[in-house]
């Protein structure tokens, strides 16, 4: 009887993991579709759920008939282009930002600790500056947030290898030197035209959100999430102490910056279409934590359903709480720094008492 118990016991165990996963995952994906629903149609111009179901449903259907009504040109040019890069951008961030915490087994990193977003920056500030715009100002802040990481690696490179403590350092002096340089911009930039649109800009929206730059970011972010996905059982050893990870036969910085260029594309295309956007990854890693552990094959995509659904629920509120829209990084910081407060006592509370 004993024996036959034990037989049983892992895959009851199993079985009921996966149990639990599928809820979790069921919950989450219920909440981002309510979530894209009531963003598509709430606004000045409010569509009732079912139209909104009815409209993007005929889209899906019959993509090239022409579109009459003003629900119909408001749901499928406007909103749902919008909607679904907030969606698809959240998510992409929250998937790095539980990426880099396993990797540098910190949990209060986030995906700007290498350099990439300020990097961006500068390259968006720059091409403003500059009057450039539309693909070439993509291309030129994806370029850019690319170089900041190539930068990190570079500084970051001694005797032939990188720590992890010289990869954070690192991205932090690359950081702080384009956060330099971007103000450099801003205070020679023409206060009446190009200054006020840098600042909105770093302050990230998706107010020029189209299908033409969704189908830009698409590649990118989506490559991205898949190349994380696929690293998801690396992600687990990385989490593991450097020894500890070598002797299980991961060659640690080549998986480490394998992790880090996933994440450059992912942080790169996002800023390009919609700037800077602080605080989802490190934030929301730690709220898909509470619900689904630290396994990265169950964390990742939790992560990035439930940093999907923020999004979309913060971009929302953004543009229908006032009549002026309100700039994303200014909910996400108010949202973000007060959740940031807790966990870092939290943190240091579990590590006293240890």
């Keep these: 009887m004993v024996d036959a118990l034990s037989e049983r016991q892992p895959g009851a165990i199993q079985g ?7 809820a979790i995952f069921a919950v989450l994906a219920a909440c981002l579709v309510i979530a894209l ?7 000045r111009f409010s569509v009732a759920p079912l139209r909104v179901l009815e409209l ?14 003003m629900d119909e040109r408001i749901v499928l040019l406007v909103r749902a282009p919008r909607v679904l890069l907030a969606a698809l951008a959240g998510a992409g961030l929250a998937i790095c930002g539980a990426a880099l915490q396993g990797v540098f087994r910190n949990p209060l990193v986030s995906p700007d600790i290498l350099g990439i977003s300020q990097g961006a920056a500068f390259g968006g500030a720059l091409g403003i500056m500059l009057g450039i ?3 070439p100002l993509i291309a030129l802040v994806f370029s850019t947030g690319l170089a900041g990481l190539a930068l990190v690696g570079f500084l970051s490179r001694i005797d032939g290898r990188s720590e992890t403590v010289t990869v954070i350092l690192s991205g932090l002096v690359v950081s702080s030197m384009f956060a330099a340089v971007v103000s450099l ?15 909105y800009w770093l302050m990230g929206s998706f107010a020029s959100a189209t299908w033409e730059r969704f189908l830009t970011a698409l590649p990118g972010l989506a490559g991205g999430l898949v190349l994380l996905w696929s690293l998801r059982f690396r992600l687990n050893l990385l989490s593991l102490e450097e020894a500890e990870a070598r002797s299980l036969g991961v060659r640690t910085e080549r998986e480490r910056w394998l992790v880090f260029a996933a994440i450059a594309v992912i942080v790169g295309s996002q800023v390009a279409v919609s700037g800077i956007i602080g605080w989802v990854g490190i934030v929301i890693p730690h709220a898909a934590r509470l619900v689904a552990g630290h396994d990265h094959r169950v964390l990742l995509p939790a992560s990035a359903l439930l940093g999907g659904a923020f ?6 509120l953004a543009r229908t709480v006032t009549a002026a829209e309100i700039p994303l990084g200014v909910i996400t910081a108010l949202v973000g720094a007060p959740v940031f407060a807790v966990l870092l006592r939290r943190h240091y509370r579990e590590r006293n008492s240890e």
């Design 311 to 316: 999004m979309v629920v913060i971009d929302t």
């Design 185 to 199: 911009l801003q205070f020679v930039a023409d206060p009446n035209t190009s200054l006020p649109a840098i600042v």
């Design 56 to 69: 993007v449903w005929h889209g899906v259907v019959d993509p090239s008939r022409t579109l009459t009504g």
């Design 133 to 135: 715009w539309g693909g």
């Design 16 to 22: 009921a993991g996966l149990v639990r996963n599928t």
């Design 37 to 43: 629903i009531i963003g598509i149609g709430a606004g």
